[in-house]
């Protein structure tokens, strides 16, 4: 019973960490000519992960998943989140960017048995990003983008901030095949860096939970890792369908000595099915 209510606590925030994982395989910067104003649909999504970066555990989740994409001149809403409505140019924009973490149970993780479990993290902040190649066909693009983001911990009756995560990357997306039914394959490659706080909330062993086989350790701001992600993605027949798969590796990361980090290298993988529900018949406009 305490598993399933657990699960049920937590879907609004792997729903969240699924909407933030698809802005790798999302379809910006593409010939938008082709493409319908806007978008609503539902459908499932299979999100499986470590409980952490750096955890030997984790965890399989399938939660539902909203589809909406808005393709309007000022504002746009889709897989990349709420876009244009900060700053927008031909070569740079100013968007929001989105993420988050799944809770942690001491009892599912071996390394922090007797810790404290972990809250589910949020975190939201604006990225800078630069468009660096946009040939004329319009099929392709590369994107140089700085995501800053503050970081939440949030539990049923308590939000608390818990430090900050820049993660400048990469992004490579190239359409291809049916105008109107187009696959879309991303590449996106990156470091990320964190300030002490958010290293010491999940990777910190106080002395009160230090152990002979867990000593006490205080993380430091610094290098977080880096990660590269593959994303594809399908229209078809009044369905979405898309599909990522990321790697993560620590090795350098400051905290990397940290006794809570039981490997250095890992994969996240996940897949979603969405059915169009409603979709406008007036075309979007060119980015």
Known sequence: MSSIIAIKRLRPTITVLM?????????????????????????????SL?????????RTYIVPIPYIQYRGEHVRVDEEGIRGALFRSDKARLDLSLAGGVPV?????????????LDPTVEIGPSLEFLLWYPEARDRALWLKFPLRTALSVAL??????????????????????????????????????????????????????????????ATSGYSGSRMTIGVQKKFDGYWLGTFVRYDTLQGAVFSDSPLVQQRHYYALGVALIKLLAVSKQSAESP
């Not at 395989?25 to 104003?37: E, F, T, Y």
């Not at 696959?183 to 009160?208: C, M, N």
């Open 19 to 47: 909407l933030g994982l698809w802005c790798s395989i999302a379809s910006a910067a593409v010939d938008l000519q082709s493409l319908p104003r806007w978008e609503v649909g539902i459908g499932l999504g299979v999100l």
């Open 157 to 218: 009756k308590n939000i608390e901030y818990q430090g900050w995560v820049f993660a400048p990357y990469l992004d490579y997306r190239m359409v291809t095949g049916d105008p109107v039914k187009p696959w879309t394959i991303t590449l996106s490659l990156g470091p990320q860096f964190a300030d002490k706080r958010y290293h010491d909330y999940f990777y910190e062993v106080p002395s009160a939970y230090a152990t002979p086989q867990r000593p006490e350790y205080h």
């Open 105 to 117: 149970s001491s009892d599912g993780n071996s390394a922090r048995h007797g810790m404290p479990s």
């Open 50 to 58: 470590p409980f952490y970066r750096g955890a030997d555990s984790g």
